[in-house]
C-alpha cells in the first residue's frame, strides 16, 4: 500500500516548528509493511490543501493529514478537505456533547468556535481522540482514503496506531500481515562494528527486517518480523533474536525499551546492594543519570565529583603521591577513587571515573578521551581503559556509559 | 521570493531518519524576508525526483534539494536532476582535482565512483562544501533556481547560508533586504506570561518579528528585524531589544547564544572565585552542568550529591536534629548545606538544592516539586523557595536552572 503524508501547519512553513510528526507515522507504517510514497508540508491555506491533497492521491492509495483541527480561525484543515471534495460539512452531536462535557468538566467558558470542532465532511467517519478535544476522521474518496488527524505530536502518537492503523486494516484486509518488534539496545560497538557482525545473518529468509539507530553512545536495533501467520512472524522473530544474541551478545544490554540506569536500578533494588559514586572526568552525570530513575535514593547513597586533587585527597583518601606519582587520570587513581567512595559511604560498592573530557589537558601520552572506570565491592576492584575520541560533552556521555556499563555487568555476573 | 524545499532519501521514507533540514531551511529563508511555500520529501527515485521537482517549480521560484549526494550507487539526485531538464553531466576537474587530494591527505583509497562526486548537470555553478566531500551546486532553468546541496544536517547548515542564500541574493537583488537577528533567552517566566508583558510593543511598527521558542525549561526569543536601509534595521532592532529588555530584565540571562552554565563560567573566571555545590534533588545535574564549559576545573573544586541523610550530616556537617525537626528539604537544610561545602571545599562560594524530585516523597506540606536552593559566600546565604509541577526529569532540570540562575544573579550583582 502506498501511502502520502501532508503536514499542514503555518509553523512549519516559517520553520519554527520542525516537523516529527512525518518520521514517526512513516516508522509506524513502515512497521505495518506499508511504504510511504511522498511527504508534504504546507501552510494553512485553503487553495494549497486542495491542490496538494488531490496531487498526493494521485500517487497514493491513503493519504494521512495532520495539523490545522484546532477551535481558532486559522485552523481550516476540516473545511479545506471538504471544499476539496465539495462535501457540506456536518456537526457529529456525539461529539459536540463530548465537547460540551469537557468545557463543563473542566470548569471551561464556552464560546461557540468551539462547536467548530464538532463539524466533519458528509459521510466521514469521525476518529476519536483519546488525549485532546480535537476528534480527527477519515474520508473514503474515489477508493482511497484521506485521514486527518490533529498535528500535536502527543496527539498523533496516540491516534495513528490507535485510529488511522487499524481504519487502514480494516478497509485494505489484504494487505494486513502480523508483525512483532523488537528493540535491542548495545553498546561498545560502532555502527560497522554492529554491521558487520550480522552481516551474515539471512533476515530476509527470516522475513525480519533490521532498522539501525544510533543514540549516541548507544546504537539501537529494531528487528521487525513480518508474516501472514501470526505464529511464524513470532517464530521468525525469536530466531533473528537468537541470531543478533549470539553475535552481539556482550554489547547488548537491553530487549526493550528499558534504559541502562534503570536496568541497573532493577538489579541493586533486587539484589539490595547501596552504591556510592565517585565522578572526576563525568562531572556529575553518572550521579544524574543514577538519580533519573523515580526511587533510586533506595540504593543511591551519594555521589562526589572530586574534580580536584584536593577533594580526592581529602574526601577519597588517595593518597597525594599516588596522584603526583600516576596522574589523577590513571588506572591506580581510577580504583582507590572507588574504594574511597565506597569505605566513606559504607555501601556495597563504589563506582568512579576519572579521565580527561577535553578539549584541554591532553598529553600525548594521555590524550584527550583517556578515561578510566573502576568498580569496587570490597572483594575486589575492577578497572577498564578506554581511548575515545569525542568532543567534551560526548567524552562525558560516553565515560558515564562505560562506568554504568561496568556496574551493569557486574550485576549480572559478566565480569 | 516563493521557495520550495525538496529533501531526498530513502531513509526519510522509512522514517529512520527524521527530516530535520527542512525546518533549518524555513527559518533561514523566513529570516531573508522570504516565504517557503511547500515542503517535499521522496525517496532515492529518478522518476520521483524528476516529476515532484517539476511539480514544486510550478508553485515557487527556486526549489532547495538536499540528500542523494554521496558517492555510492543509490545516491542519484545529481543525475536525476540533470535527466529532469534533458541536461547532460560533466565533470568539474577543479573539483575532481580537490577530491583527489582530500584522499591523498587523508591517506584513503580512491575507487573510481567517487569520481562521481564531481559529475554536474551542464550549465550548473558548482557551491563549495566546506565541511565535507559532496559539492552542491545551482542550476538555472526556465528564470528559476534550483539547488542541491547535501543531506547531511552539518553540511546543509554551512552550505544554505554560505552557498545558497548568497547566490539567491545575487539572482533576486530587487528582494534583498538587510536584516539583524537578536537572541533573548529568559527563565522564570511562562510562554504565556512572556507574551503578556511584550503585548503592548508593537513591533510591527518597528519592522520587527519575534518568534517564541520554548527550550525546557528556559523560554527563548528571536528577535529579527528588517528594512531596505542597513542602518534602519539595525536602529529598529536595537528599539525593539530595549523594549523587551525594559519589560523582561529581571528574567532575562543571554542576550545571544551563551547559556547559563557558560555566562557563569565567565563571570566566575573573570572575578577568580571558586565554587563548590551540594546537591540532593538536582542529583548531580547542576555539576554536570557545570564541567560541561571547557575550562571549568579552574572554578569548580568539587561537588557533593548528599542523596542520603547520612551524606548530608557526614560530608556537609548539617546537624542531624536540623534535618529531623525540619525536613531534608526545607530552607535550613538548603543553607547549611550551601555552607557546609563551602567550608568543607574552602571555596569563595557555595551553591546547593534540596528537593522532592518525584513521583513520590511528596507531603500535603511539600509537594512533589518543592525544592530550595541556597548560596553561601561568606558573609551571607541566600536561599530561595519554589514550587514546580513537572514529572521528575524535569523538576531536576527546572530545579538546577533555579540554582544556577541564582548564582548568575549573585555574580552579576543582582541579589
Redesign the interface.
Known amino acids: 500500500m502506498r501511502i502520502g503524508i501532508l503536514t499542514i501547519g503555518n509553523e512549519?512553513?516559517?520553520?519554527?516548528?520542525?516537523?516529527?510528526n512525518?518520521?514517526?507515522?512513516?516508522?509506524?507504517?513502515?512497521l505495518q509493511g506499508w511504504?510511504?510514497?511522498?511527504?508534504?508540508?504546507?501552510g494553512d491555506d485553503f487553495d494549497?490543501i486542495k491542490t496538494?491533497l488531490h496531487?498526493l492521491l494521485t500517487f497514493t492509495d491513503a493519504v494521512i493529514c495532520t495539523g490545522g483541527l484546532g477551535p481558532t480561525a486559522d485552523d481550516i484543515t476540516t473545511a479545506a478537505v471538504a471544499k476539496a471534495f465539495d462535501l457540506p460539512l456536518y456537526t457529529d452531536e456525539k461529539v459536540l456533547a463530548y465537547l460540551k462535557e469537557i468545557f463543563v468538566r473542566f470548569n471551561l467558558h464556552w464560546t461557540e468556535n468551539n462547536a467548530k470542532q464538532a463539524l466533519f465532511p458528509q459521510s466521514a467517519e469521525v476518529i476519536p481522540n483519546p488525549v485532546g478535544t480535537a476528534a480527527g476522521f477519515v474520508l473514503p474518496v474515489q477508493e482511497k482514503l484521506v485521514f486527518v488527524i490533529p498535528g500535536v505530536p502527543s496527539e498523533t502518537n496516540r491516534m495513528l496506531p490507535e485510529g488511522v492503523i487499524p481504519i487502514l486494516r480494516r478497509y485494505f484486509p489484504q494487505l494486513v500481515q502480523h508483525t512483532f518488534k523488537q528493540t535491542v539496545k548495545t553498546f561498545g560497538l560502532s555502527e560497522a562494528a554492529v554491521d558487520e557482525r550480522l552481516a551474515r545473518v539471512n533476515f530476509d529468509a527470516l522475513g525480519v527486517s533490521v532498522?539501525?539507530?544510533p543514540v549516541f553512545p548507544e546504537n539501537h536495533l529494531v528487528l521487525i518480523a513480518r508474516s501472514d501467520s501470526q505464529e511464524q512472524a513470532q517464530k521468525n522473530l525469536q530466531k533473528a533474536l537468537d541470531e543478533v544474541t549470539a553475535r552481539l551478545k556482550d554489547y547488548t544490554f537491553s530487549y526493550g525499551e528499558q534504559t541502562l540506569e534503570e536496568i541497573i536500578a532493577a538489579a541493586l533494588t533486587e539484589k539490595k546492594l547501596t552504591l556510592a559514586?565517585a565522578?572526576s572526568c563525568?562531572?556529575?552525570?553518572?550521579?544524574?543519570r543514577?538519580?533519573?530513575v523515580?526511587?533510586?535514593?533506595v540504593y543511591?547513597?551519594?555521589?562526589?565529583?572530586?574534580?580536584?586533587n584536593?577533594?580526592k585527597i581529602q574526601?577519597l583518601g588517595v593518597p597525594a603521591e599516588i596522584i603526583h606519582q600516576h596522574g589523577a587520570v590513571s588506572e591506580e587513581t581510577a580504583r582507590l577513587m572507588a574504594e574511597g567512595v565506597r569505605g566513606n559511604?559504607k555501601t556495597a560498592l563504589g563506582l568512579s571515573s576519572t579521565g580527561i573530557?577535553?578539549?584541554?589537558?591532553g598529553t600525548k601520552e594521555k590524550p584527550v578521551g583517556t578515561v578510566y572506570v573502576a568498580l569496587a565491592d570490597g572483594a575486589q576492584t575492577i578497572c577498564r581503559h578506554y581511548a575515545y575520541r569525542w568532543d567534551?560533552?560526548r567524552n562525558?556521555l560516553v565515560s558515564s556509559e562505560a562506568a554504568l556499563f561496568l556496574l551493569k555487568n557486574y550485576l549480572q555476573g559478566k565480569v
Open positions: 512549519l512553513m516559517n520553520g519554527r516548528t520542525a516537523d516529527t512525518s518520521s514517526f507515522i512513516a516508522r509506524e507504517i513502515n511504504h510511504i510514497e511522498i511527504m508534504m508540508s504546507v494549497k496538494h496531487y532498522g539501525f539507530y559514586v565522578e563525568t562531572g556529575g552525570l553518572i550521579a544524574n543514577l538519580t533519573d523515580p526511587g533510586s535514593s543511591f547513597e551519594r555521589g562526589l565529583v572530586t574534580y580536584s584536593d577533594a574526601l559511604a573530557a577535553g578539549p584541554t589537558g567534551r560533552k562525558k
